[in-house]
């Protein structure tokens, strides 16, 4: 795909990054960016950013989050294809680790346009693999394209104040674990509460350990929770933003929050996306790069389609 040169947003799309995805009528199908592309192009969004091509990531990028022997695993189960990567969620398909890699090297190459000062916020519709730990697949979730970048931002570009802010309805677990007892790491999560949804984690007590404790935010919400909802932990967000003064903001906006959602329970609006996007937008103005959304959950189509189109269009505004 060529990249079109006009607007200051970038969003990427191609049939690589898109193939991310599972067959057999598996909520995480690989329609989810095509849903996505149309609803984009019907609200003529692709004229108002910069279009760009999905990068696929070497195993170097991967393993500076994942463990060789993690990576490795992957490669060869589905090269074989057959079984699942985790307890039954992730299927071994064949095809799987290159288009796991094409997320993680999508979302690094944003990250780095960011810092370069070429683009000034990014969206990359199907990223924000929020589940996958250091050595294991979990919850659709093959490889941490969010841990890679913040490993990322940290070892090439020595970023120590760095924010993630979820708002898919899964916690976060594979980020908020892995990176809990590092202060160079602020997360806001707002999520559904642990008892009620998979995978049963992110309680209000957990802020964090050791020198990283009050660098977390867990803002669990019960099932049927809306705007008002919402915008009340969205203050706790902001508060928590203020004190972290974050050099780099991260968005994980999983659209599985919005009512309607076969897998979930909660009863977001569009809306709700649209808000945290910019208002994060508005924040990278003392940070070193803008804001990189990553699409995340959401397995209603057209819940999906409605949600990261108001990210999307929310980035172009504020651009």
């Known amino acids: ?29 690989r329609d989810r ?41 992957v490669r060869t189960l589905a090269e074989r294809g057959g079984g699942y990567l985790d307890l039954g969620d992730t299927p071994a398909e064949p095809g799987i680790f290159e288009a796991g890699s094409t997320v993680v090297g999508s979302a690094v190459d944003g990250a780095e346009r960011l810092l370069r000062g070429d683009c000034t916020a990014v969206f990359v519709p ?13 919850g659709f979730c093959v490889f941490n394209d969010c841990g890679v970048v913040i490993e990322t931002l940290k070892r090439d570009h020595g970023l120590q104040r760095i924010a993630y802010v979820d708002i898919d309805a899964h916690h976060g677990d594979g980020v908020f674990y ?23 984690t992110g309680d209000a007590e957990e802020r964090g350990k050791g020198a990283a404790e009050g660098t977390k935010l867990n803002l669990p919400q019960q099932p ?14 902001e508060a928590h933003l203020d004190r972290a003064r974050p050099e780099f903001i991260i968005l994980q906006c999983g659209a599985d929050s919005l009512a309607g959602d076969p897998l979930t329970d909660l009863a977001f609006s569009p809306a709700t996306h649209a808000r945290a996007a910019a208002r994060l937008q508005e924040r990278t103005a003392s940070c070193r790069g803008g804001l990189l959304a990553l699409g995340g959950g959401g397995y209603n189509r057209e819940n999906l389609a409605e949600a990261w189109t108001e990210v999307v269009a929310a980035l172009a505004r504020v651009s």
């Open 126 to 138: 199907i990223a924000g693999l929020h589940h996958a730990r250091r050595d294991r697949a979990s």
């Open 1 to 29: 795909m060529s990249e079109v040169q006009n607007g200051q947003a970038c969003m990427y799309l191609g049939a690589t990054l898109g193939a991310y995805g599972f067959g057999g009528g598996h909520p995480f199908g």
């Open 178 to 200: 892995e990176f809990e007892a590092d202060p160079a790491v602020w997360i806001a999560d707002i999520h559904q509460d642990g008892r009620t949804l998979f995978p049963g």
């Open 224 to 237: 049927g929770a809306d705007e008002g909802d919402f915008r009340t932990a969205w203050e706790e967000v």
């Open 33 to 73: 960016m095509e849903a996505f592309q149309r609803r984009a192009a019907e609200k003529g969004l692709e004229e108002l950013v910069r279009v760009c091509s999905p990068v696929t990531a070497g195993r170097d990028l991967l393993e500076r989050f994942h463990a060789p022997e993690y990576v490795e695993r």
